[in-house]
Each structure stands twice: as C-alpha cells, then as structure tokens.
C-alpha cells in the first residue's frame, strides 16, 4: 500500500526528467502520483534524470492541482508526461488575479 504524499516531498519521474514537490496533499487518500502513467518515486533516491528529446508534458515552475484542489504540486525540472493523481490527470493552476493597484 502507497504512503500518502506529504507537503515537502520530493517525486521524481523513473522514465524522465520531471522533478516535482508535494506543496499541499490530502492525507485521508494514498493514490498513487504518477507522471506518463508510471508511478514516480522519491527524488532523493532516484537515479540521474534521463534527458528528454522529446516535448514536455510537465512545465518547470507550473503548479499542478487535481479537479478537488485538494492535491498541488510544484515541477522543479521539465520533462516528458502528464501528471496524474489516482488515474486523474492535473491540470496547470491558474494564476491568482491581483487586486487594481489605483
């Protein structure tokens, strides 16, 4: 059984370059993150990141959040593949409006 992710964990890819940071979770719900459909493991044992030729998936500096927004996660190293959180893509959050500075 997987361990729920944890705000401070580092994930990174087992079949490309993306990095990414756990910046909110959930912690009633252990589904697996994964990034093109491979569940990714902790950065800090994971071997050299493999470059990637091909176009990214994930996006260096991009917070990712799932449909509930209960999940956020922040790409520290581009890299090929989506995002998934228990099967469900992430999407890129959008950006906080900042109020009228008149």
């Known amino acids: 059984m997987a361990l ?3 705000p401070g964990d580092q994930l990174a890819s087992a079949t490309s370059a993306t990095r990414v940071i756990v910046i909110r ?3 009633d719900t252990a ?5 093109g459909g491979v569940p990714m493991i902790p950065a800090q044992g994971a071997p050299a990141a493999p470059t990637d030729d091909e176009p990214s998936g994930t996006l260096i500096g991009k917070r990712y959040v ?10 520290t190293a581009s890299g090929a593949g989506d995002l998934t959180y228990g099967g469900q893509p992430l999407q890129i959050k959008a950006p906080k409006a900042l109020p009228a500075s008149d």
Do not use: M, V
Request: proline share 19%; glycine share 0%.
């Open 4 to 6: 729920p992710p944890r």
């Open 25 to 27: 979770a959930p912690a």
């Open 31 to 35: 589904a697996p993150i994964e990034c």
């Open 66 to 75: 799932d449909a509930t927004d209960s999940l956020e996660l922040l790409c």
